[in-house]
């Protein structure tokens, strides 16, 4: 079965630290994609990867940065995670191309 | 810019009543169109998709079809069952962000027995 793993399920943090949210697909696709998930606001687009060592913009990347060094793995990170950036993490991956995406379970991270 | 957006929930039926979730969108071209499911804990899931005009996703007795002429693609289930307590996404993909998905806030269903 074709999966996307995020390795953190939950995660507590405290302001000023520096956290790093894991994504690795097994489904050899090209572009990746980071949402966070907050209620009444829905799946906003933090940042994508077209590729290996590529990485564009999403609505929200303020606060963020990425790393795609290999093709199964896209990492997020938070340089210094602030209180406003507790939510639920949402990797996902495609083939390029293709329209469909595939999630992982996602990572639900609380910042002190 | 490309947008969806859809009903508010929460939605709340008792099974096997008739589900319908509006969903309209905005767009400069011809998106394609989606809804997702997140079930309690998970991540999300296709549940169906339409490509283009008139074309009719469907998937586990779910329902949609992309309507251009009211740019809507609701989603309905003709009875629903307390396994379908989830919540509901409706989305498009973004020409100009790597066909990114753009969603809509999410509306939450819980079908009681």
């Known amino acids: 079965d074709v999966k996307v793993t995020q390795s953190s399920r939950y995660l507590v943090k405290r302001t000023g630290e520096k956290v790093f949210l894991e994504c690795v697909q097994d489904?050899?696709?090209?572009?990746m994609f980071w949402y966070r998930q907050d209620p009444g606001l829905g799946l906003r687009l933090i940042y994508f990867?077209?590729?290996?060592?590529?990485?564009e913009k999403g609505d929200i990347p303020e606060g963020y940065s990425v790393s795609r060094e290999k093709k199964e793995r896209f990492s997020l990170i938070l340089e210094s995670a602030s209180t406003n950036q507790t939510s639920m993490y949402l990797c996902?991956?495609?083939?390029?191309?293709?329209?469909?995406?595939?999630f992982g379970a996602g990572s639900r991270l609380t910042v002190l | 810019g490309d947008s969806v957006t859809q009903m508010e929930g929460p939605v709340t039926l008792s099974e096997e009543a008739f589900l319908t979730i509006n969903c309209t969108y905005t767009?400069?071209?011809?998106?394609?169109l989606f809804w997702y499911v997140q079930y309690p804990g998970e991540g999300l899931q296709l549940l169906l998709k339409?490509?283009?005009?008139?074309d009719k996703g469907s998937n586990k007795g779910f329902e949609a079809t992309y309507r251009k002429e009211t740019t809507s693609f609701h989603l309905e289930k003709g009875s629903v069952q307390v396994s379908d307590s989830a919540v509901y996404f409706c989305?498009?993909?973004?020409?100009?962000?790597?066909?990114?998905?753009?969603f809509g806030k999410g509306t939450s269903l819980l079908v009681t027995p």
């Open positions: 989305a498009l993909n973004l020409e100009d962000s790597g066909y990114a998905l753009n």
């Open positions: 489904m050899d696709h090209e572009n």
């Open positions: 996902a991956s495609r083939r390029s191309g293709a329209n469909v995406l595939t």
């Open positions: 339409a490509t283009k005009a008139d």
């Open positions: 767009a400069t071209g011809y998106p394609s």
């Open positions: 990867s077209y590729d290996v060592k590529m990485k």
